[in-house]
């Protein structure tokens, strides 16, 4: 028997962890007081069989119950049932887009402004962060991603199947984004701008893609790129580290980047890599 305890910051996507979990044949339960979890791991116990599996879900809008988690999760322990937890949080960038998208009021923003509830449940869930056996960062995750990769993680795949790559292209003049991991500068390559029949036109139409591929700078840029992603990957698959972060730019993210990541997420795709490509500046 597993206990998974989902928890993390409101509007980082526990609705959708659960979803993915139920489809993995996880019995689940969603806010669940932290003081009836001793009483529930002790039935489910007695019910299932060895090989059975749980989620629960508790997070902040338990209210003051919520702050009975950290007693609950000792007994069950006592108790010889093991459990992980999996913590979900998003930067507040992403977190605001998805409130105002949704129109929900935030449980910890209820007088106040939605940003303050925000940094509020973040610093009161610090303690439980620190504890978490897994820690996902959504912000760059549709649903279907989220669920992509819950469903790795927990579905028995191979290790080196899980990680989330995500290409984000910039312009430099606009600042790198903050988020990167591995950042590639593309300035270097000849730049299309200067072609005034392709100034206009990006690197996600065929006549600018076509002539930043043409070069043979470019081509060796790719192959040495994806040769260096394939080896890294399992690397930081082997620290536990859920995603990656790819930045390329180059001088306003409008042609050479937006070029270079889109072929670089066809060749990744091929490899069967779950990859997200975003042009961060390209009507910019």
């Known amino acids: ?9 409101s509007g980082a996507g526990k609705s959708q962890a659960v979803k993915a979990m139920e489809d993995l044949g996880y019995y689940c339960v969603d806010n669940m007081p932290p003081a009836l979890i001793p009483k529930f791991a002790e039935i489910y116990h007695k019910a299932s069989a060895p090989s059975d599996v749980a989620a629960l879900v508790c997070d902040i809008r338990g209210g003051n119950l919520f702050g009975e988690l950290s ?6 322990a006592e108790l010889g049932y093991p459990y992980e937890i999996l913590f979900l949080e998003a930067s507040e960038e992403t ?27 973040r610093e009161l869930l610090a303690g439980l962060r620190a504890q978490a056996d897994k820690i996902v960062d959504t912000s760059l995750m549709t649903a279907a991603h989220l669920k992509g990769y819950l469903m790795s993680l927990y579905g ?22 903050l988020d990167a991991d591995m950042v590639f500068d593309a300035r270097f390559l000849p730049n299309p701008f200067y072609i005034p029949e392709l100034r206009n036109h990006t690197g996600l139409e065929t006549c600018v893609r076509d002539y930043v591929m043409e070069q043979p700078e470019s081509l060796t840029f790719l192959d040495k790129l994806t040769d260096l992603v394939e080896y890294l990957l399992p690397q930081y698959e082997k620290e536990g580290k859920p995603q990656l972060v790819i930045a390329i730019g180059c001088t ?21 890599h779950s990859v997200t490509v975003t042009h961060r500046d390209i009507t910019k």
Do not use: C, D, W
Request: proline letters at 4%; glycine letters at 12%; zero cysteines.
């Open 1 to 9: 028997m597993k206990f998974i305890i989902i928890t993390g910051l």
């Open 95 to 121: 977190l605001i887009k998805r409130y105002k998208e949704t129109r929900r009021l935030h449980p910890l923003a209820e007088s106040g402004r939605l940003i303050e509830g925000i940094r509020k449940e």
């Open 252 to 272: 306003g993210g409008h042609h050479r980047s937006v070029s270079i990541a889109e072929e670089l997420a066809k060749r990744l795709s091929k490899q069967k």
């Open 71 to 76: 007693g609950a999760l000792s007994q069950i």
């Open 156 to 177: 028995g795949q191979e290790p080196g199947e899980n990680m989330m790559i995500h290409l984000v292209t910039f312009g430099f003049k606009n600042g790198i984004p």
